[in-house]
């Protein structure tokens, strides 16, 4: 049996002929750049993730860096970043010369740890970035309080995280000032290309967004600000604009590989203390785990309320002989990936700001142990079966 990380063929091949349509509608117009499939796309996610508004833009990355030009973050300032994510998060934030200031991330959950936040503010600091890694919602109460308090901005990285809900049902990405996704095409929603999305429920910053958006002018070929090429083809948003309405559904089936993966993992000796974990021989495998309310449990008769509906962009499972196991895995016909081998602060390009080894346990352990396990939702119960029994066969023989 071959097991991909991911494949995106079933899923075009599903949609091909609602999206090839989509695509040669926009070839007969020429019109590709913004236009009034990017309109419809954008009032589309507005509906969606329940914001006022949505600005299409080139890729995620740009998503992050329009949102700090919007908050007019400028050199010298400061904005703290978890030392564990992809490397947009932080590239961003050094690109406009300010200074990623990096924390450790809660072990459980992957995101950064709000107190963690509280102990890096400084009079420079100007926002966070908090970002909703795999899938999962970061807690962004916390956060947001925290912001308030010392007036920072709050900007979510939520690449990963297109249909998370936290707490009350609040879509990840719209809780901060701004909300930044990816449409990546190995995404949750992936489009045939670079493209991304800004949101944000409010007036003023969705207009400079807009102007940001074309190089800063306001009219055309006037401007009061610098912005960037930042749009997206009219092709990328025609096709998002057939996929959107399947994302619930593949986001429920990626729920339930994972749901399939834990009871598989019941055959495994299986780790449950997150953090600082010492990978012995008899507790080799740690699972993620979806945050659920914390604050005082379930009462008596009252079923467990979940925190996060977590869409599972990435099944990330933590071992101690993570290479090891991932050879085994590839003989074995199995893709997976390591899901970010070096933290931020351990980078060759911020080895300026001085961080060293042993600064962030936590995102360290992360990156030492954690493996991407295939998750798409097309995936079949035999292939998570294959998965499991062969990192089960890996374990007994050591
Ligand atoms: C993918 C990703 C980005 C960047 O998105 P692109 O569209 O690839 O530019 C930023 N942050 C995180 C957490 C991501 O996963």
Redo the contacts with the bound molecule.
């Keep these: 049996m071959r097991v991909p990380l991911l494949d995106l063929k079933p899923q075009y091949k599903a949609l091909k002929k609602e999206i090839d349509e989509a695509i040669t509608k926009v070839a007969e117009t020429q019109q590709f750049i913004l236009g009034p499939e990017v309109e419809k796309m954008e009032q589309a996610f507005c509906d969606y993730l329940k914001c006022k508004y949505a600005v299409g833009v080139s ?4 998503a ?1 860096l329009a949102a700090l030009m919007a908050i007019d973050i400028k050199p010298g300032d400061e904005v703290i970043v978890p030392s564990y ?2 490397f ?2 932080a590239g961003v934030v050094a690109r406009l010369n300010a200074v990623p200031v990096f924390t450790d991330i809660d072990p459980v959950s992957f995101n950064i740890d709000p107190e963690e936040i509280k102990r890096k503010i400084t009079r420079k600091t100007k926002a966070v970035i908090p ?1 909703h ?1 795999y899938g999962q919602c970061a807690e962004m109460d916390a956060i947001m309080e925290i912001a308030k308090a010392n007036k920072i901005k709050v900007i979510e ?1 939520a ?2 995280a297109i249909g998370t809900q936290y707490k009350d049902n609040r879509c990840a990405g719209t809780i901060g000032n701004i909300g930044c996704f ?3 095409p190995s ?1 949750n929603l992936g489009c045939f290309g ?3 999305l800004v949101v944000t429920n409010d007036e003023a910053l969705a207009k400079k967004l807009k102007i940001l958006r074309m190089h800063g002018a306001e009219p055309k070929y006037h401007h009061k600000i610098i912005g960037g090429n930042f749009r997206i083809d009219a092709i990328q948003a025609a096709v998002l604009n057939v996929k959107l309405p399947f994302l619930n559904k593949w986001s429920e089936k990626r729920r339930r590989n994972a749901e399939a993966y834990n009871k598989q993992f019941a055959k495994v000796r299986l780790a449950d203390t997150p953090g600082r974990i010492t990978f012995d021989s008899r507790n080799p495998v740690l699972l993620p785990k979806a945050i659920y309310k914390p604050e005082k449990g379930p009462q008596p008769g009252e079923i467990p309320q979940l925190i996060n509906y977590h869409i599972y962009n990435q099944y990330i499972i933590r071992v101690a002989k993570r290479d090891e196991l991932r050879q085994f895995l590839t003989d074995n016909n199995i893709s997976t990936e390591i899901y970010y081998p070096v933290p931020f602060h351990l980078q060759e390009c911020f080895s300026y700001l001085g961080y060293k080894l042993g600064d962030f346990p936590y995102a360290e352990e992360a990156a030492n142990t954690s493996i991407a396990l295939p998750i798409y939702p097309e995936l079949g119960k035999e292939q998570i079966e294959y998965v499991v029994n062969n990192i089960r066969e890996f374990f007994d023989k050591q």
Excluded: E, M, P
């Excluded at 890729?59 to 740009?62: A, E, F, L, Q, R």
């Design positions: 890729s995620g990355t740009d992050l994510s992809f947009a998060t970002v890694l990285d690449a990963q990816s449409f990546f995404k670079d493209g991304g």
